[in-house]
């Protein structure tokens, strides 16, 4: 494709917010980086329609990926290390385990409700075994009923689900923690049109908050126990 093509098509994308000089090249960097972690991996999980079945119960979320510079960013604030197991609630087509995966950790655990995109990410991560640095599984399962293994050190949910589910959820978090006490982590990020859905969690404190840079309107909050 000629570069004149590329960089009108890139253009074709920038939301409207986006509406400085600044905002708008800093958006086709975000855009550029995208394309550039999908090579990286020689994945394409931008749009879930190609894989099957999208369509999600009440209370729960359609698949959606964040953004990689803020998937990127998001794993970074976690500050994972060798000891750390990670859990994405709603893993989706698996941007989120194959960025934490590039990291030595204990292992990567991906539950998702819909087993087309539970597959797919599945064949995502065998595609991008040669960048990865710890074995991932996915799970085909709901949240809210599936029992949270009690050496999950991290739990990752970009906007998952809401309402019953989420509290079912939040409580088999806080059932393995009652079986087996350790430290645990959250990030959790939802649009700040929405409430925080764990900022009732008394067992949990606000570590840190960052801000969704150039994708406006989202907070992403770390909180430990
Ligand atoms: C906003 S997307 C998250 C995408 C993914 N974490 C990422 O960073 O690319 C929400 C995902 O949660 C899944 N989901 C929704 N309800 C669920 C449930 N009850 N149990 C497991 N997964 C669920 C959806 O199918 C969808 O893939």
């Not at 960013?73 to 859990?87: I, K, N, P, R, T």
């Not at 939802?190 to 840079?213: E, I, M, N, T, V």
Request: charged share 25%; glycine share 6%.
């Amino acid at each position: 494709m000629e570069t004149w093509t590329r960089l009108r098509r890139l253009a074709s994308i920038i939301p409207r917010g986006a509406s400085s000089p600044i905002d708008r090249l800093r958006w086709a960097l975000a855009q550029a980086e995208s394309h550039g972690w999908e090579r990286y991996f020689g994945v394409d999980t931008r749009r879930a329609a190609a894989h099957g079945q999208t369509a999600v119960p009440a209370e729960s979320i359609a698949y959606e990926p964040l953004p990689w510079f803020l998937v990127r960013h998001a794993v970074g604030a976690l500050e994972l290390s060798h000891d750390d197991v990670f859990l994405d609630y709603g893993a989706g087509l698996g941007r989120a385990l194959l960025m934490a995966a590039r990291t030595k950790l204990k292992r990567v655990v991906g539950v998702e409700l819909l087993k087309p995109l539970a597959d797919s990410a599945t064949k995502n991560v065998l595609t991008a075994r040669h960048r990865l640095r710890t074995p991932v599984e996915v799970v085909v399962a709901d949240a809210a009923a599936w029992d949270v293994p009690d050496d999950v050190t991290v739990a990752y949910l970009f906007n998952p689900f809401v309402g019953t589910v989420m509290a079912a959820a939040q409580a088999k978090i806080r059932a393995s923690l009652t079986r087996r006490p350790r430290s645990l982590r959250v990030l959790y990020a939802h649009a700040d049109d929405q409430p925080d859905l764990f900022a009732a969690c008394d067992w949990l404190r606000p570590r840190r908050q960052l801000g969704g840079g150039i994708y406006k309107g989202l907070t992403l909050r770390v909180y430990g126990n």
